[in-house]
């Protein structure tokens, strides 16, 4: 038999997918959402997202990332930056936001789709 998730929980995301989200928003159990899609984002990488869903549409140096996450606890070290830009860029995408790269990794543009 495998276990199950609390009722509560369950139905606390049942009761969320119904909403829809014209913006992706981070809520307090560290769920991405975007329309009725979620992800869900790590301690580490909360920062860099609110950072991002702060600068929607607009391109973040990665300067600016690598701060963010240090300032959480990350690693600045090349390697480990590039990985998170890449799981945040995965959780982005898995909702439907689309994220783009300058050349080499230097920036991150998260951005929508406009309301119609």
Known sequence: MTARPAPRRIFGIHKLTEERYERPILDD??????GDQ?????????????HLLDNLGRPVDRDEITEV??????????????????????AFTAVGA?????YRNLAMEVSVPAAI
Do not use: H, I, K, N
Request: proline letters at 2%; zero cysteines.
């Open 38 to 50: 979620w992800a869900v984002v790590t301690d580490l990488q909360t920062p860099v997202v609110e």
């Open 69 to 90: 996450y240090a300032a959480a606890g990350g690693s600045t070290e090349e390697a480990a930056v590039t990985s998170l830009m890449r799981r945040v860029a995965a």
């Open 98 to 102: 689309t994220v783009r790269f300058a």
């Open 29 to 34: 159990d560290r769920l991405l959402w975007f």
